[in-house]
């Protein structure tokens, strides 16, 4: 366990970028919020340009256009779980992108 109490910091990342991407959608995004997200990042991501490039394009997007800031954020954490957790991200079914359940 890491200084700041986070066991695993790709799960602490999942979860955090995850409840963004929610409160994006539904919601408002908190200040405190986007502050623990990057924190997170420069703490335990610091090295790694992916992370880096989609936590930075979340919060520049965030101001102009919430839902692509959003739809941006859940797309690299699919990307992000399939490169972290091989074989732990789900299939895509064919539901999924039926526009009409979106």
């Known amino acids: 366990m890491g200084a700041d109490g986070i066991k ?5 990342l999942g979860l955090q970028a995850q ?3 929610l409160a994006a959608r539904h919601t408002r995004v908190a200040a ?3 502050l623990a997200l990057l924190r997170l990042t420069l703490r335990h991501f610091a090295d790694d340009q992916a992370v880096r ?3 930075l ?6 101001v102009r256009d ?12 699919e990307d992000f779980a399939a490169r972290e957790c091989p074989g732990a991200a789900p299939e895509r079914h064919a539901w999924q992108d ?3 359940l979106q």
């Open 32 to 34: 405190a919020d986007r």
């Open 66 to 77: 919430v839902r692509a800031a959003a739809d941006r954020l859940a797309e690299f954490l």
């Open 8 to 12: 695993s910091p790709v799960v602490a």
């Open 53 to 55: 490039a989609a936590v």
């Open 98 to 100: 039926r526009a009409d």
């Open 57 to 62: 394009d979340f919060e520049g997007l965030l």
């Open 19 to 21: 409840a963004m991407v």
